[in-house]
């Protein structure tokens, strides 16, 4: 829709008013928009994907495409996994019980950890405990 290197500021102006924004997290598009360069980054070697998140996807319905960022979020998430990638997903809220709690244990299953920032020691241990459990792979 616009293009930096072509367009002026006016046409950002023009099209403003028919924009609408409903609160999607793309969490799983970002991971599935970086998947190439991170599979060609990873050639064999141990890998590590950390994302800390601080919401969910959420779905898109009535707009002619249905898109559900908890599905396609796992989805990718499942695809790194199989090519032999770590994953670790860490939900920056601490709570491991509720809705979004429950939400993100779908996309990231065992890989999930739940933390509280006030506290990174919490954060180091995972970190330490997931390349422990890969050094004895």
Do not use: W
């Amino acid at each position: 829709a616009y293009d930096s290197a072509y367009d002026k500021m006016s046409k950002i102006k023009t099209y403003f008013k028919f924009l609408k924004t409903f609160g999607v997290t793309p969490e799983g598009i970002a991971f599935e928009s970086m998947f190439r360069d991170i599979k060609k980054d990873a050639k064999g070697d141990e890998c590590i994907f950390i994302n800390y998140s601080d919401g969910m996807p959420s779905h898109i319905s009535g707009t002619g495409y249905n898109y559900s960022g908890i599905v396609f979020t796992r989805r990718v998430v499942k695809k790194m996994i199989e090519i032999g990638i770590n994953v670790i997903g860490y939900f920056i809220d601490g709570t491991k019980d509720g809705y979004a709690s429950d939400r993100f244990r779908d996309m990231y299953g065992k890989n999930s950890e739940f933390i509280d920032t006030s506290n990174m020691t919490k954060v180091s241990k995972s970190m330490n405990r997931k390349f422990l459990e890969i050094s004895e792979q």
